[in-house]
């Protein structure tokens, strides 16, 4: 089966506090913790989350910017197969139970933001998989690759 359109969540670790320059949005300070970035993938989803691990990259994105840092890495992606876009529905459950980095991944949106900051990692997992599951949207998450290949 071949994944094409895809709404996605990133779980991300920042490892250490610090300011990072986010393109046209300037220096943001993240903090250590996690966070979820909310994306989607309209044309196919493989190529994309590739991209988004991948250490070689052209910065096209904000959270391009942000997991170029040494000290940020992706440690879990949950994703749906589907037509329907739903990024801002998972924003807006996400984002109750952790603080919104404004204007950060929305700018093709009226969202404030698309990447939510939590400090605990295990807070951080359960609310991406609570949201799917609250929603009743089907997911995955990386192991589901190593079953397609």
């Excluded at 300011?19 to 996690?34: D, E, S, V």
């Excluded at 190529?47 to 391009?64: A, F, Q, T, Y």
């Excluded at 939590?118 to 807070?123: A, D, I, L, R």
């Amino acid at each position: 089966m071949v994944v094409k359109k895809s709404t996605y969540c990133l779980i991300i670790n920042k490892k250490n506090e610090s300011h990072i320059n986010i393109g046209a949005l300037g220096k943001i300070n993240f903090k250590k913790g996690f966070y979820i970035y909310i994306g989607s993938a309209m044309n196919s989803l493989i190529p994309r989350i590739k991209r988004h691990l991948s250490d070689n990259k052209k910065l096209h994105w904000h959270v391009d910017y942000l997991l170029k840092d040494k000290n940020t890495n992706v440690e879990e992606v949950f994703f749906n197969i589907s037509e329907k876009k739903i990024e801002c529905e998972l924003v807006n459950f996400i984002s109750k139970k952790g603080l919104k980095i404004d204007k950060f991944g929305c700018s093709d949106c009226n969202c404030n933001s698309h990447l939510i900051y939590f400090k605990n990692s295990q807070v951080c997992l359960n609310r991406a998989e609570n949201t799917f599951n609250d929603l009743k949207i089907e997911y995955h998450d990386l192991k589901y690759f190593k079953k397609i290949k």
